[in-house]
């Protein structure tokens, strides 16, 4: 089973920006698609973005297109996700998960948590003044 680990979490204000990493026990990513996920108290956990194991398919929510970039470079373990003008909203722990792909599944990702079958234990990102 894969492992996956988080960091980069932290308090932010409005208008801030971070970049969060997830780092996996394997050589590399290439063979994976990886997601995004968030989970608000009281609320379910949703998809925030996702990333094909080709590379060349990326996904977000409406809520942070144009906000939040996915990257994984070919070859590395590590997938980032950087968030820009972080909103109150934006408040939530963030997972990463990753899903081996078949040679269907490689050009394309899901934003359902259900596809994903590894799971990092998520870090905290608070967005308040």
């Known amino acids: 089973q894969l492992q996956l680990v988080e960091s980069g979490g932290g308090r932010v204000q409005p208008g801030g920006s971070l970049t969060l990493s997830c780092a996996a026990s394997?050589?590399?990513?290439?063979?994976?698609?990886v997601g995004w996920f968030r989970q608000a108290p009281g609320k379910e956990r949703e998809g925030v973005s996702c990333?094909?194991?080709?590379?060349?398919?990326?996904n977000y929510t409406d809520s942070v297109n144009g906000r939040f970039t996915i990257s994984r470079s070919d070859g590395s373990n590590i997938v980032y996700l950087q968030m820009s003008n972080l909103k109150p909203e934006d408040t939530a722990v963030y997972y990463c998960?990753?899903?081996?792909?078949?040679?269907?599944?490689?050009?394309?990702?899901?934003?359902?948590?259900?596809?994903?079958?590894?799971w990092g234990r998520g870090t905290q990102v608070t967005v308040s003044s």
């Open positions: 990333k094909s194991s080709s590379g060349g398919h990326t």
């Open positions: 394997s050589a590399t990513l290439d063979y994976y698609r």
């Open positions: 998960a990753a899903a081996l792909s078949s040679f269907y599944t490689r050009f394309s990702c899901s934003l359902v948590p259900a596809e994903y079958g590894d």
